[in-house]
């Protein structure tokens, strides 16, 4: 059977900047109807070589090369065409019909849709926009039924909301389904998505790659899956290239390049994977489930009794670091972000807090560490009632925690140096001299092995995964006995995230803190937790010791979250 023809033929790719080359000769293949991932760690080079394609590289970037699009005889312009080839368009030549690229030929997926949005225009306006250049035929009337009927197509029912909704009101998930949708309204040949799923929960990365797959199949699309996660790869794509370096280092199919890798590189990736492994055989326990009451919102999953003798035992007899007893928090009257949680964070202990976006698992971290009041209900760290406690006394009971946050580009300030980020915990607190500040900033760096000279940098001169470092180290600069994760991981490639979830485990054994590990990703769970607590629209419909709630869920929700995350099974 001879090989299906390719949609694009990128040959001899090389993209420099400041005349230092990124990217080195980089060749690729993309089919109709195919999902081919480019995968690789943070800085590879994938993300240049991908916008190259549609030229949304930045300006200052130099491109050599040749991409060629197989117009499929449509006819169009004859600008950019390579006759001798067989193809219609070189995407890379310098008289190639941009216009008709981006959009019509290419539609381009970006990583973070709340960002690739403008703020003060409504989703309906800036996906029609599009159908202003490419369809420029259609009426007003027309471009919104043709948006309306896109959004539905992307599994937005309630398109005329989200036609006149702005950015900043609709979920995640939701606006990477508009931005899907404008992607794909003027039936471009090639999708390209950048690292679409990223900052998703498990269930919502499931359903977004299914979309993607689906339409791949529809409407005949080659699709380029920008990734670092290798557990999106396996489930999502049929063809792999993997780049280390700006160099394609490995392709082949996905099963052969999983199964048989040949570079070591491929092999370092793989072995970096958190993985889910789950007794297949094993009967799930059979729950009582409360019926929601009138008014109440519905968590249906929940168990009557949640796997108690379990998490004690897994908890043992450790110090109790943090107790939260019956905290709710309502925003509004009636209307509650969460409801009558309680659990114990031990000293040594990580429990997970596990659930979807807008379970409530930020906002119990924040009731935790003092951002916000509960409703009712109270939080005890170290045996003292946090909210009995003002100013000095309070400070003093929050010097017992450390905070890490999911992004560690935002939580530091750029304006100021690593050493003053690190100390401004001691600055707060007092009692340290300068030199004592100093000599404690140099203690946590080798800690969490930074060298010394990292003290005097700022935040944009170090990578992702150092500025997750500098933030452990700042959470852990007062000795805290209790240390809340929010997502530390979630933004880090698959290498880099290895070697902060190892650290993190290393500085648990040495300091003896309690953690609470905020994460949507259940394979990061089975390797860091002692205990899960399982979150859905506020409450807790489940919790019990890690290997048992993994491989025995009581709660049919707990079961839907295993069953939507990527596992790789060779």
Sequence with gaps: MSEPRAIVTVDGLSVSFDEREVTHGVSLKLYPGRITALVGESG??????????????????????????????????????????GHDIDLLADDAPLQRIRGEYIGTVFQEPSTAFNPVFTLGMQVAESLKYHQRNLSAAERKA????????????????????????????????????????????????????????????????????????????????????????????????VMHDGVIVEQGSVGEVFRNPKDDYTRMLLAAVPRLHVEESAEPAIATVREPEPGKPDVSGQPEESDDAGERAALGDGRRAASIEGVSVAYRPGKYAVEDISFDLVAGRTRALVGESGAGKTTIAKVISGQLSPTRGRVLIDGEDLARAHGR????????????????????????????????????????????RRKRVLELLDQVELPADVADRFPHQLSGGQRQRVGIARALALSPSL??????????????QRRVLDLLHRLQVEEGFACLFITHDLGIVQEVSDVITVLRNGHVVESGATDEVLNHPRAQYTRTLLDASPKIDL
Excluded: C
């Excluded at 050599?64 to 117009?71: M, P, S, Y």
């Excluded at 398109?159 to 909704?165: C, F, L």
């Design 393 to 436: 006394r309070k400070r003093g009971i929050l010097s017992h925690m450390g905070y890490v946050f999911q992004d560690s580009g935002s939580a530091l300030n750029p304006r100021k140096s690593v050493a003053w980020s690190i100390s401004e915990p001691m600055s707060v607190q007092g009692g340290f001299s300068q030199a004592d």
């Design 146 to 241: 043709k948006v309306l009927e896109q959004l539905r197509e992307v599994g937005l029912q309630d398109a005329e909301r989200v036609w006149s909704s702005y950015p900043h009101e609709l979920s995640g998930g939701q606006l990477q389904r508009v931005m899907i949708a404008m992607a794909i309204i003027n039936r471009p040949k090639v999708l390209i998505a950048d690292e679409p799923t990223t900052a998703l929960d498990v269930t919502t990365q499931q359903a977004i790659l299914k979309l993607i797959s689906s339409l791949a199949a529809e409407l005949d699309l080659a699709v380029l899956l920008i990734t670092h996660d290798m557990g999106v790869v396996w489930q999502a794509a049929q063809d792999v290239y």
């Design 44 to 85: 590879s080079g994938k993300s240049v070589t991908a916008m190259a394609l549609p030229r949304l590289d930045p300006s200052v970037a130099s491109v050599k090369g040749h991409a060629f699009l197989d117009e499929g005889g449509d006819g169009g312009d004859d600008a950019g065409k390579d006759a001798a080839s």
């Design 483 to 496: 240390l809340i994760a929010d997502e530390p991981t979630s933004s880090l490639d698959v290498t880099v």
